[in-house]
């Protein structure tokens, strides 16, 4: 039987700086579900990548005295360096410096010209390039973006425009009857809110102001606005369009991970562009919260933000992989300090799971006792179906600690005269461990293998230590 196919996709980065915590947990959530159906027995192609144009990458360039080019090639490294450090099992890493994908951004403008839905207009309007977007007197406080807290440019230009009010109906259409799917409900919600006061926008940037760009197809004076080129990712990253078929056997099945301040991009002008084009919306819109750290925006002058590489050198990825899924759940923001990092680490994984698997493979390597294996499953498909990962960590945990409190209340080192009984009881045991070890593999890759091996060989011997590492005091 043919599988099914299954597309997701992370938010590309900006980069313009180094990874943070906040991309390190998009990353790992949407490893998380692309592992999760790769088990499921589909065929997934996961895609991440990098965002790598406009005024605030040519003004950094500019402060660098390098050519923007050259930037990008430098800073992308950290962020592909993420897939090794974090364990993430994507497809393909797209930058929007690649070839195929400038095409497929020309072809798609292209598309939607030839519809009759990009025009030309004079624009007067206020310009943040912290947020590379026009701004409302109404979106600001003080005169002040609140975002970047800088006063926005006052900026006079022709432009060309995209015909969003031509879709406004349709995707209000597409929304409410969960054909274009947000999740969660109350992020729905706000998006049919803004629907209502959406007008059209400004897809290109006079050359002369944004330089590092990809050129409008037929007009050498602009480029085009980095969301209409950032936004394509999601298809010439799937091949569009010159690998149709591959197109066509994923995109349907596209789930879209982003974080909630990138919502209307995602679920208002994408879909508009896309219905314009001639292309299927996306199915699946899930919006993420933020990380944050001592219930508070993280942020340099709170001197409060995280540094993911310090939290990946205290325990390594499994820790940090576990950490993130179970304390932030998905939809919602989430708390990171290094005390609760510390103390999920010392009494989930070292005291809970390392101990339970080192005390029971010792029993049994010392009793010579021999597995039998009872194929036992915990299910975990309903949370998981649903993005609640952190009740299905809760889950597994609950077994960690059941399994945990059989081994006290069983006390195999009391019944060595009774082989029978005790082979029964190290059975259920190591029965119990190998379906957490199961259910562990799209959140914690490596403790997964390492647990799945001990029952590779013909004989179980004691497990090396699954959390070596002491707490950093
Ligand atoms: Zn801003």
Request: proline share 4%; glycine share 6%; net charge negative.
């Amino acid at each position: 039987m043919e599988k099914n196919k299954f597309y997701i996709t992370t938010a590309i980065d900006y980069t313009n700086g180094k990874p943070h915590i906040g991309h390190v947990f998009e990353k790992v959530l949407t490893d998380v579900i692309a592992r999760y159906h790769r088990e499921k027995g589909d065929d997934v192609f996961f895609l991440t990548g990098s965002d790598e144009h406009g005024t605030k990458m040519e003004l950094l360039a500019k402060e660098k005295g390098v050519a923007p080019k050259v930037l990008v090639d430098e800073n992308v490294k950290a962020f592909m360096a993420m897939k090794e450090k974090y364990n993430l099992s994507y497809d393909r890493f797209i930058r929007t410096t690649d070839e195929d994908h400038i095409q497929a951004s020309q072809e798609l403008w292209r598309r939607c010209k030839a519809k009759g839905d990009i025009y030309l207009k004079k624009y007067q309007g206020l310009y943040c390039a912290g947020c590379e977007s026009f701004k409302k007197e109404s979106d600001l406080v003080d005169g002040k973006c609140l975002e970047h807290d800088c006063k926005p440019e006052v900026v006079e230009e022709e432009n060309w425009f995209f015909k969003l009010s031509n879709y406004k109906n349709q995707i209000k259409d597409l929304i409410e009857k969960d054909e274009i799917k947000i999740i969660p409900e109350h992020r729905k919600k706000e998006v049919l809110n803004v629907l209502e006061e959406i007008e059209d926008f400004s897809i290109s940037r006079p050359k002369e102001k944004v330089g590092w760009g990809i050129e409008v197809p037929d007009d050498p004076t602009h480029n085009m606005y980095v969301w209409f080129d950032a936004l394509t990712n999601y298809i010439s990253g799937l091949g569009w369009p010159n690998d149709m078929e591959k197109f066509n056997a994923f995109w349907p099945t596209v789930t879209h991970v982003i974080g909630k301040d990138i919502t209307r991009f995602h679920a208002i002008y994408w879909p508009a562009m896309l219905l314009s084009g001639g292309v299927q919306p996306p199915k699946n819109i899930l919006i993420h919260g933020f990380v944050t750290s001592g219930g508070k925006k993280m942020s340099k002058s709170t001197g409060n933000v995280v540094d993911p590489e310090e939290a990946l050198s205290r325990y390594g990825a499994d820790a940090l992989r576990y950490f993130l899924i179970r304390e932030i759940p998905t939809t919602e923001d989430g708390d990171f300090t290094f005390e609760k990092f510390d103390a999920r680490y010392e009494s989930d994984l070292a005291n809970s799971l390392g101990n339970l698997v080192s005390r029971v493979t010792n029993i049994v390597e010392k009793n010579n006792i021999e597995f039998q294996n009872q194929d036992l499953r915990i299910d975990i498909k309903n949370e998981s179906e649903e993005y609640r990962f952190d009740k299905v960590l809760e889950k597994i945990w609950e077994k960690v600690h059941e399994a945990n409190k059989y081994v006290d209340d069983e006390k195999p080192w009391a019944i060595k005269d009774n082989p029978e009984k005790l082979n029964e009881v190290m059975n259920n045991l190591l029965n119990s461990i190998k379906s957490i070890g199961e259910a562990l593999k799209p959140f914690m890759p490596e403790t997964s293998e390492k647990i799945l091996k001990i029952f590779e060989s013909e004989k179980i011997v004691k497990a090396e230590p699954l959390f070596p590492k002491k707490l950093n005091t």
